[in-house]
């Protein structure tokens, strides 16, 4: 996974958009009463739109977060089973819809053996709190291990009424392994009724809507990283100990040449190398190899520069100058492999240097001279001078091409071949697109579109309207492969997804160009299949409905046939900071 060292100032600019400085605290002085005692089960729990809402969008969206940040504490119970703790959350008069004893009203089998219910919500009987957290525990109770339990909130309103009450559109998502070590996962989606009461956020009707059960007899994958000698933990975010907000990725290849994978992986205050033990497993060589030290970076390669048949390793980072003529951070860096035995960083005489922004490395022969080149993908210095866009920045650091100079040396070539971009590179990929014998480059951008360089013969042009994939959102990564099996490589694109983003927006009026704009800002990943227009290779991009593009907080993705059924499979990294508080990501 690739993170910049600004993710949490990122993070909050993904997920609000422009909107995001509107938000500010005000639940807290709204009035509150005392919660009614039990009452008799109502026939009907269905959670009507509010008569006369607030409009608001400050408060609606405070009180929506607030919602949302308590219900990360019931996530947290309920993944815990402490099933009596979870029961505060739920209201003294809570009526809601069971969600045991459901009738089955379809069952599927679908590839790689796994088994889906969907149950007949219609069917669930209506209960008080005590009975609707004992069927909870029915599902889950038993369960070898809880993985994730999620009350996500993907929409709500509030009513002008005391106490405050609000209607919120609940997607439910628990897994796990059961008792029998099976893989399950429960998605359930619910509309229920909050009221803001002693100061707490407490539900007191919950109406079902839907209901999945899918189950595999076991996992397809299992987490060897301890065994393998991979599993170090750094620090929790936050803590005094914890020198960087992330991983910053991982680069494969044989540094030894023993026919065995190594990777290595940038971390501080040091970094990994973990090289293939011929008795299973890796062993941290980092120190030995000397690529330990200077730690930190944010994505690196192994590639063979100077073509003496062993793997060379380029690392990228953020550095800057400071006032003093001091260089902050790290410059590129360019360790080259002597002898199968050890690595030594030449970047400064070999021309791999430069104080940049740099997030991501993309290796490639652009000139066909049997060398490979490096592209750099550089973003910006957040803290010293943000973005001046939410969706079409320009004032990021200029992307780079360095050529490479018979394995000797690297020349910038970026203007010399017609490359001009200064928008907020993330990550870029290389590929023969169109079949005429030279790599084209695309290139993922945060805060807007996306570039599309196609090779012109040793001239590079930006072609992603006239193809199909400008694809505006906040780029994290793309990928190349072939996802139709036509024989054409397609595009995997990585964008972030922002479920507070399409509530925020879900809420305003106005211009609908500018408002489909921002939605597609938070909307996620996209898939371009390849196409013959007119004789020309563009590209379509999929429907949503087609599946493949829920990344959620997306990082990057790669296409592989993980089930060997001959088809591309789709992995794709996402996750955010959790500190302490389960509502603090």
Not at 11 to 39: F, V
Not at 326 to 343: A, M, P, T, W, Y
Request: charged residues 25%; glycine residues 10%; hydrophobic residues 40%.
């Amino acid at each position: 996974m690739r993170a910049n060292h600004q993710l949490t100032r990122l993070a909050r600019a993904c997920t609000a958009l422009a909107l995001i400085a509107l938000i500010t605290g005000c639940s807290g002085d709204e009035p509150t009463q005392q919660s009614p005692g039990p009452a008799a089960l109502p026939a009907d729990v269905r959670v009507p739109d509010p008569a006369s809402r607030w409009t608001d969008m400050t408060r609606v969206e405070d009180w929506t977060e607030a919602v949302a940040n308590s219900w990360f504490g019931f996530s947290d119970k309920l993944r815990r089973r402490d099933f009596e703790a979870a029961r505060s959350w739920l209201a003294d008069d809570f009526a809601g819809k069971a969600w045991d004893r459901l009738k089955v009203s379809k069952t599927e089998e679908l590839p790689l053996a796994v088994h889906r219910t969907t149950y007949d919500a219609a069917s669930a009987r209506i209960v008080g709190g005590g009975e609707f957290i004992a069927g909870l525990a029915s599902h889950i109770g038993d369960w070898q291990r809880v993985e994730l339990v999620l009350w996500k909130v993907k929409g709500a309103e509030f009513e002008r009424v005391v106490p405050l009450t609000g209607k919120i559109r609940f997607k439910v998502t628990i897994l796990g392994t059961g008792a029998r070590g099976e893989a399950l996962s429960l998605t359930a989606w619910a509309d229920a009724r909050v009221v803001l009461r002693d100061h707490q956020w407490r539900m007191d009707r919950f109406d079902l809507s839907s209901f999945t059960r899918t189950e595999r007899a076991s996992y397809m994958f299992s987490d060897v990283s301890v065994p393998a000698g991979v599993a170090f933990t750094s620090p929790r975010f936050a803590e005094d100990k914890q020198a960087s907000f992330h991983w910053s990725g991982a680069a494969a290849g044989d540094v030894n040449a023993d026919g065995r994978i190594d990777i290595f992986v940038p971390s501080r205050p040091r970094n990994f190398l973990y090289v293939a033990d011929p008795q299973g497993g890796y062993v941290d060589r980092a120190e030995e190899f000397g690529v330990a030290e200077r730690g930190g970076a944010t994505s690196a390669v192994f590639f063979d520069y100077d073509n003496d048949g062993d793997q060379d390793l380029a690392v990228a980072d953020v550095g800057w100058v400071e006032k003093d003529g001091s260089i902050g951070g790290n410059r590129l860096r360019l360790f080259v492999n002597e002898d199968n035995k050890r690595f030594v960083e030449r970047g400064v005489e070999a021309g791999f240097s430069a104080v940049c922004h740099a997030l991501g490395l993309c290796v490639l022969d652009y000139d066909g001279d049997g060398f490979l080149d490096v592209f750099v993908a550089n973003y910006g210095r957040i803290e010293a001078e943000p973005n001046d866009s939410w969706t079409d920045s320009h004032n990021g650091s200029p992307d780079i091409l360095l050529r490479n100079i018979g394995g000797q040396t690297f020349q910038d070539v970026t203007k010399a071949v017609g490359i001009v971009e200064t928008r907020w590179s993330y990550a870029a990929a290389a590929a023969d697109f169109d079949l005429d014998g030279d790599m084209d480059i695309v290139v993922a951008n945060d805060y807007g579109k996306k570039a599309f360089w196609r090779n012109e013969g040793g001239k590079f042009t930006d072609v992603a309207k006239e193809i199909g994939v400008e694809d505006l959102g906040n780029g994290m990564g793309v990928t190349w492969g072939d996802l139709d099996g036509d024989g054409f490589l397609d595009l995997y694109a990585v964008n972030m997804s922002s479920t507070a983003g399409n509530r925020i927006l879900g809420r305003l009026a106005g211009d609908e160009t500018q408002r489909a704009s921002l939605l597609k800002m938070a909307s996620g990943n996209s898939i371009f299949l390849s196409r013959l227009v007119n004789g020309n290779r563009v590209f379509e991009q999929l429907p949503a409905a087609k599946g493949g593009i829920d990344g959620n907080w997306a990082w990057s993705a790669a296409l592989a046939d993980y089930d060997l059924d001959g088809k591309l499979d789709v992995f794709c990294t996402n996750g955010f900071i959790t500190g302490e508080d389960p509502a603090d990501t």
